[in-house]
């Protein structure tokens, strides 16, 4: 398996464009997680997604961030309009059902991340 | 206060020392628990899950203290190759969320 597959790996912008962020999680599993890494606050939460339904959307700092998963192997992050502020590395992550167990599917998979500079 | 707690290092040790981080939450309802390895400008990636009765994996021990809320990391015989940084994460799966919460990280430097 190829494991998360996130694109693209670099994107620099200006402040006030719309950035879009794509994940291919690993073919099976059910939850899919986007999450924000800074220096200052570490890796953060964004949203996660069950059966690519959203589930909990808490971490998703306001309005200008949304996301998708319109099928089980694709997912998207947009910022609209960017700001320099959300400058970071984005992560999608990949599980099966935790639920299932010891071993079954505690283990979150990470892409490679997306790093993410705004001008 | 944070929900997961960790002390930031860096830690220089020299090679072939023994090195222990440890790691405090603040949800007593959380139930599993992890040590996730992150190398520099890559992604975290699982290093062991943390049991109540407390595990080994080769060089790395794990031990979880509920009545304290807190889980350790210990590491021996450290090689240049554990240079990282570690990141203390915790869970609660029976409630209404699934979401990992993860600790800012430990950084470890192993010196020559």
């Known amino acids: 398996d190829a494991g998360v597959i996130q694109s693209p790996r670099h994107e620099v912008t200006e402040m006030g464009q719309e950035v879009t962020l794509r994940c291919k999680p690993i073919s099976g599993h059910d939850y899919l997680f986007w999450y924000r890494q800074t220096m200052m606050r570490g890796l953060e939460l964004l949203i996660y997604?069950?059966?690519?339904?959203?589930?909990?959307d808490s971490g998703m700092p306001e309005d200008r961030f949304s996301a998708k998963m319109p099928n089980a192997s694709f997912s998207t992050l947009k910022i609209q309009p960017s700001e320099p502020r959300d400058s970071a590395v984005y992560f999608c992550?990949?599980?099966?059902?935790?639920?299932?167990?010891?071993?079954?599917?505690?283990?979150?998979?990470f892409g490679p991340g997306t790093r993410l500079t705004v001008l | 206060r944070k929900e997961v707690e960790q002390d930031p290092g860096p830690f220089n040790v020299p090679e072939g020392a023994t090195v222990a981080f440890n790691c405090t939450y603040s949800?007593?309802?959380?139930?599993?628990f992890f040590w996730y390895r992150q190398d520099c400008r890559k992604e975290p990636k699982l290093l062991m899950s943390?049991?109540?009765s407390g595990n080994e994996d080769g060089r790395f021990t794990a031990q979880l203290n509920r009545a304290s809320q807190y889980i350790s990391l210990l590491i021996r015989d450290s090689k240049l190759s554990d240079s990282a940084t570690y990141l203390c994460v915790v869970t609660n799966y029976g409630g209404a969320t699934n979401k990992l919460i993860f600790g800012t990280g430990t950084l470890l430097a192993v010196q020559p």
């Open positions: 943390v049991y109540s």
């Open positions: 949800n007593s309802a959380s139930q599993s």
């Open positions: 997604f069950n059966n690519n339904v959203p589930i909990d």
């Open positions: 992550a990949s599980s099966l059902d935790p639920r299932r167990g010891a071993g079954g599917g505690d283990e979150q998979f």
